[in-house]
């Protein structure tokens, strides 16, 4: 509907100027041969000042971009697909609503083909839109028809088994492909098939502590466990506190052996299902299917409004409980069954919502079941894992029996369960942008996640120093009496964090909150001009860019809803020498393993013996990363030389500067060798 209008805008813009005829470019078309079954088919243009040409892969809601149609072909075929040469440049449209990437003086697209019959005949156009900064002409047209005798003949190839579809992934940054004039290598068929080639041999050569199946189960399960103590800290851990501590106040009663029990019975539902549901889909579907559900719309909006309800309900606007009759039955039958269901389901829920931040952690042992079939060491680690992570769970489920014996609990239990709900609220957030960021809905941009935080947490810095008052505050006629010191201090403090966010609305890092918010590059308006950002969101595009450029490449599989990855970017890409690293010294492709967006067919392919169907872009990156490098955590960093192969051993999350800039600065040097 989007290009609807805007096509509709411009042929009107184009009626209104038909006293100039305006033909602001000049195309040429050639095809440049060589002595091999190799060619390209080069499209080159001139643009006058004040106009520009939009580029390749734009999508059907954005202006005509770029792109190659065969009228007739005889003896040739396409070898991928239409590549834009030279300088992009990108920028937000407020016609289109999107980012749009377009050229500027010149602009030159390549389409690859590939000789099969000793003579040729071709009859194909490029068609691309141009517009100026007042008005856009209609879709133009470069045709090229050219017949001839073919340099070489190719010889019958079988698609490799490896390859799986080509996909557009839309580049949202300034990107700089190679130059027009500069000598590329061909990319062969043979080639990209070489990019797919699995290294774990080779990863597991340059850093052999990264196969578990090295070390003795005592040291498996302390790694686990230690990796437990580590998930505590994750973000995506703390909204169930706030849950947990509600849920089992709402059970407390007097009889503390029963609370103890229950307690105990929700530590061991953690691990069981941490254990058995891990391992468990990861065996049936694959390492990627945690993931992909993490990231699902369905599930990440379920938590917004599960989390939005205990928010509404902790600020008293109306109360969670069983009907009377179901909770008089529960009562009179505490060791009920329906009892230790609940306990089961809320401990299923902290599995769910916890999944998203602890795979990064998990991910090593989920993904060494599937490369390796070695269930035993895998086992054991989980079990260390989810021990460490049940502890504090089970501490907070005895919470309420300690809060319920504490002295004059009632008016401070209120001020701890408002507060508790403007926690929830804002994490509600973070979900919902999981899944508005995977499906590109643009509903949650940081702008947007910014504002909403800064009145959140504002509003709960003036509820504490006592100037917003709640209907909970009410009961027991001290809506008017003074805060107390300590919430007086936790007020200015929360007060403080919201002026803290308000820079971060023109394009401040704000670290503090970079793996909540959503990344820098759906911000419309951005000052900060030191940010980095992958100029390629295609491994086969990044590669073949990286070939012709002679530099090696970093690939970084991360995620729309990897906090980690969030944090990564903000703590330690920003550094000066890190960001001139990755601008300059290396090409960076950034895949996400969540991304949503559908491949032009379904692509079959098999994993370990396990067949696996690759339906958007995400399960096509997810699939790389397992199969080639033998992993799906993320972040996940690797260097690798322009035919693939690891130039170090992979980093994962760490923020460390240093340790960072020694790894890219390895790579280098065994690419320069």
Not at 23 to 28: A, E, Q, S
Not at 191 to 203: D, F, G, I, Y
Not at 503 to 530: E, R, V, Y
Request: proline share 5%; hydrophobic share 45%; aromatic share 12%.
């Amino acid at each position: 509907m989007k290009r609807i209008i805007a096509m509709g805008a411009m042929l009107l813009m184009v009626l209104t100027a038909m006293a100039q005829m305006e033909d602001p470019v000049k195309f040429t078309a050639e095809i440049k041969t060589g002595k091999t079954a190799e060619a390209e088919i080069v499209f080159s243009g001139r643009i006058e000042a004040g106009w520009h040409i939009y580029s390749t892969d734009l999508g059907s809601s954005g202006p005509t971009e770029a792109s190659f149609h065969v009228n007739k072909a005889d003896g040739i075929e396409l070898v991928g697909k239409l590549m834009p040469r030279g300088k992009e440049k990108s920028h937000f449209d407020q016609m289109f609503g999107m980012n749009v990437r377009y050229f500027e003086g010149t602009a030159q697209f390549v389409q690859k083909i590939r000789f099969t019959k000793p003579t040729y005949t071709i009859d194909a156009y490029l068609e691309y839109g141009v517009c100026s900064d007042e008005n856009c002409l209609p879709p133009g047209e470069v045709a090229l028809k050219k017949s001839g005798k073919s340099p070489a003949v190719a010889a019958a190839t079988e698609p490799a088994a490896a390859e799986v579809a080509e996909t557009a992934a839309p580049v949202v940054a300034d990107s700089t492909v190679a130059p027009a004039d500069s000598a590329v290598a061909p990319v062969t068929a043979s080639t990209e098939t070489l990019w797919w080639q699995p290294v774990t041999e080779q990863l597991e050569a340059l850093d052999s502590e990264a196969n578990i199946a090295n070390h003795s189960l005592w040291y498996i399960f302390i790694v686990g466990f230690i990796g437990g103590l580590l998930a505590l800290v994750m973000p995506c851990i703390w909204p169930i506190i706030p849950m947990t501590i509600s849920f089992f106040l709402k059970r407390a009663k007097d009889d503390r052996r029963k609370g103890i029990k229950d307690a105990m019975t929700y530590g061991l539902s953690i691990v069981v299902i941490y254990l058995g549901l891990g391992l468990l889909i990861t065996a049936i579907f694959g390492p990627s299917k945690l993931n992909e559900l993490s990231t699902s719309a369905v599930f990440n909006v379920i938590l917004f409004l599960l989390l939005l309800v205990f928010a509404f309900s902790f600020f008293g606007w109306f109360e969670i409980k069983l009907p009377d009759r179901w909770a008089n039955a529960v009562d009179s039958k505490a060791s009920s069954t329906t009892g230790l269901i609940s306990i089961f389901l809320m401990a299923f829920t902290l599995v769910l919502v916890s999944f998203s931040c602890t795979a990064p952690i998990i991910g090593l042992l989920l993904v060494q079941t599937v490369t390796t079939g070695d269930w035993l060491a895998p086992t054991i680690g989980m079990l260390g894992f989810a021990l460490a992570l049940a502890l504090p769970f089970t501490l907070f489920a005895l919470f309420p029996s300690w809060l319920k014996s504490a002295p004059r609990s009632g008016s401070w239990m209120t001020t701890i369960k408002v507060v508790l709900g403007f926690v929830e609220l804002a994490f509600s957030l973070k979900f919902l942008s999981v899944a508005d960021l995977a499906y590109g809905w643009h509903l949650l941009d940081r702008e947007v996640f910014l504002s909403l935080w800064i009145v959140i947490f504002g509003a709960m810095g003036l509820y504490l120093i006592g100037k917003l008052k709640f209907q909970e505050d009410a009961v027991g006629g001290e809506i008017d009496k003074p805060m107390p010191v300590p919430c007086i201090m936790a007020g200015l403090c929360a007060i403080a964090f919201a002026i803290y966010m308000v820079p971060g609305l023109w394009g401040a890092p704000c670290k503090a909150i970079s793996a909540f918010a959503p990344p820098i590059n759906t911000q419309d308006f951005n000052l900060n001009t030191k940010t980095v950002e992958a100029h390629y969101h295609s491994y086969e595009e990044g590669m073949a860019a990286a070939k012709a450029q002679g530099k090696p490449v970093l690939i970084d599989f991360t995620g729309f809803g990897c906090v980690n990855c969030r944090k990564m970017e903000a703590a330690v890409w920003t550094d000066p020498t890190v960001a001139d690293m990755l601008n300059n010294q290396y090409v960076l492709i950034s895949l996400y393993v969540d991304d949503k967006t559908p491949l032009a067919e379904p692509v079959e392919v098999s994993l370990n013996g396990q067949q696996q169907t690759l339906r958007t872009v995400g399960d096509k990156w997810s699939y790389l990363q397992a199969s080639k490098f033998g992993a799906n955590a993320q972040p996940y960093y690797i260097a690798i030389d322009n035919d693939g192969r690891p130039l170090n051993h992979a980093y994962g999350f760490k923020e460390d500067v240093a340790a960072y800039i020694d790894y890219l600065q390895q790579g280098l040097k065994t690419y320069r060798r």
